[in-house]
Structure formats: C-alpha cells, structure tokens
C-alpha cells in the first residue's frame, strides 16, 4: 500500500514542478510587502508551524458534518460544513505562507497538496450553497461533501510527506542535544578571538559541529552555522539590529541568545557558551534553550 501510495504521488511530479514555479512567484509577491501578517501565518508568535496545528480542524469538522448527515441531522451538518469553510480558508492563508519559502520537491508535492485542497474546497461551498436553498432532495449536496472528505484526506496525506518526509517547516535542530560537554573550538589560524572583524560572521567548528562567531564589541557570540528553518548557511548572513539573518529567508535570530525576531522560522537558533581552555584556545558548549539563560553579556569577553 505504501509504495502504491508513493507511487500515485509521484505521478503527478511533472505538471506540479511548473506549476509550483510558476505560483511560488506569485506568492511571494504577495506576501513580499506584509512581513509581519506573514509571520503571524508562518506561526512565529506560536513557535509551532501555525498551518500544521490548524490543519485537523477543517478535516474533523468536515468529518462530523458527513456524520450528521449520515444520521440525518441536517442543521448540525450544515452548521459544521460552514465551519469548515472558515477554517479552510485560515489554514490556506498559513499554508501560502509556508509554500513563498518552500523549495525543491517539497514545494513540488505542496503543490499538490495545495491543489487537492483547492478542490475540496471549492466542493465544500458549492455543496454549503446548496444547502443554503433548502432543498427537499439533499443527495447531491451530501454526495459533494463525501467527495470533498476523500479529497481533503488524500489532501492530508501528501501534506504529510511534506513535513514527514521531505522535513519542511521541521526544526533542523529538531535532534542536537542540548549537550553538556565542552567542546575543543577549530578556529582555523585565528588564535585570538579579539582579532574577529567587527560584525562579520565567521565559520568555525566545533566536533561534529559548524558554528559561525560574531565579534560586537568585546564580545564574541556563537551560534549554530545552519539555520533552523531550512539549513541556510548562517555564516553567510548578515548583521542586522542586533540579529543574524539567515541568506536564504532572511529569518532573524538575536545574536546574544539565539531567539528568533523575523520568520519565516518558528524555532529559536542553538546558541554556545565561549570560555578560554585551559591549554590555550578556546571550548564551546551549547546552551540548553529550556533551562539556561543566556548570561548578561551574550557570549565571550575576548577582552578575558
């Protein structure tokens, strides 16, 4: 079942890549100019993907609708169904703003959940107009709701490789301990921390682990190298405000406790404590986002 499952998906690859291309433009257009309203869809308020938690609302009021009509109550039906629609359309608005920043495949088969939904959706209020008239014969409207809960679930399905499968809108940090060992810092022929340039990130590794420094002041902050939004090269970004935002979404993460500012990332940035090692140098260790602050300085003192 899965591999037919898979294979029906992937069916529809071709025609999805160009339109997901082509739409992708669009979207981002729109919301280019309205920052935060895109941000409060993306779910950065909620540090949860606002889209995933609203998603199961208009499935399970579109599922009780059918219910009621099956044990003909047709008020209830027809109360949920417009419910339906209301939370259809709310979770749409957060679903654009995941897909302006969604590339690759997984922009390919958020079209296609994009479009299963579209359609069910435009099933669901012609059946809600009908409805609205009364009718002595409620068949056809009851059959389109039926058509449209088999079509929001494959809807559902492909959504799900989505986030499942293809990992979008997942933290990318989502399995990085905290950890509670110092860490040898690699910082190339850099012996002196104070000789960073001024507000310029700068790669440097630590393990298994990239992290990019940056110098404001006498203070060296050290956060994670690869945003937790998409895996965007952090050393490649820029200062600005006080953030470090990332090249490719422009997401913003403070630079003194790696909060996040500006989305489209709902998660917070793994910052590091920096401490001079015993035999010269420096160790790293990451600070736990659940139970440490950041101290008041942010990072290190080069200056010490």
Known sequence: MARLLARLVAMNDGWAASLGEFNQRWVQALFRAVGPFKDLLHGTWLGHPLHAAITDLPIGLLLGSVVLDVLAQPSAADILLVASIATMILAALSGL?????????????????????????????????????????????????????????????????????????VSRHAFRGPGTKWIRLDTGELSDLADLPEGTPTKVHAGINDLVLVRSGTTVHAMHAVCAHAGGPMDKGKVVDGCLECPWHASRFELRDGRLRRGPSVYDQPTYEIRSAEDGGYEVRRRDPLRQEAPADGSADTAS
Request: glycine share 8%.
């Open 97 to 169: 703003a995941d897909y302006a920043e969604t590339p690759g495949l997984a922009r390919t088969r958020a079209t296609l959940h994009s479009v299963l939904m579209t359609v069910t959706m435009l099933l669901v209020i012609v059946s809600a107009v009908m409805r609205a008239g009364a009718p002595a014969d409620r068949t056809l409207p009851i059959a389109l709701s039926m058509i449209a809960f088999v079509l929001v679930s494959a809807g559902a399905y492909v959504g799900g490789d989505v986030v499942y499968v293809l990992g979008n809108m």
